[in-house]
C-alpha cells in the first residue's frame, strides 16, 4: 500500500483529541485536528483548550506558532493528504456500562467519501471489541475504493499528566489486523 505524508488528522477535539493534537504537532507533526464544534476549534487556533490540562495551553500555542497545528471543522480539509487520521472521541459511557458510539460511527460515514486512499486509521478513543471492524466496514461500504489500514492503540491518559502519559506512555498496546500498518 502506498503512503501518504506524514500529515496526521485528529478527529474529535476534547480532552484526548486536543492532547494528542499538541503532542504530535511538539514531535513534529503536521497537524490538523477536526471537530464539528466551532467554537471549540475557533478557540484551539487562538491557542485555548476547551479543558484544562497541565501545559496544554502552552503546547498548543507552541504547535500553533510554529505551524505544524491548526484546528477545522471541514472534515474534507482535515483529511486531505493525511496520512493518519487518529480517531480521538472521548467515548461516553451510561449509567448501564453501555458506550455510546454514535460520534464515533458519524466521523466514520463523514470520513469513508472524504479519506485518501492509502491512509492508516489510529483509533485511540476507549471502544468496545469489534469497534474497529465496524469503523472498518463503515468506511468500506461508503467507500468500497478505501485502501486504508486500522488499528487500535487504546488511550491510557490520566487527567492532570496527559501530556507526560502521552509522550512517555508506560505500555503501548497496538492491535491491527496488518503487519504494514505497524
Known sequence: MKRLS??????????????????????????????????????????QPPLFEPGLAELVKKGLDGGRLTFTTDMKSGLKDAGFIYITYDTPVDDKDEVDLSEIMAAAEEMAGLMEKGSVIIVVSQVPVGTCERIKQTILRDNPAADSEIAYVPENLRLGQAIARF??????????DSKATL
Open 6 to 47: 506524514t500529515k496526521v488528522s485528529v478527529v474529535g477535539l476534547w480532552h484526548l483529541g486536543c492532547v494528542a493534537s499538541a503532542c504530535l504537532a511538539d514531535l513534529g507533526y503536521k497537524v490538523v485536528g477536526v471537530d464539528k464544534n466551532p467554537r471549540r476549534t475557533k478557540d484551539l487556533n487562538a491557542g
Open 167 to 176: 509522550k512517555k506512555p508506560d505500555i503501548i498496546v497496538i492491535g491491527t
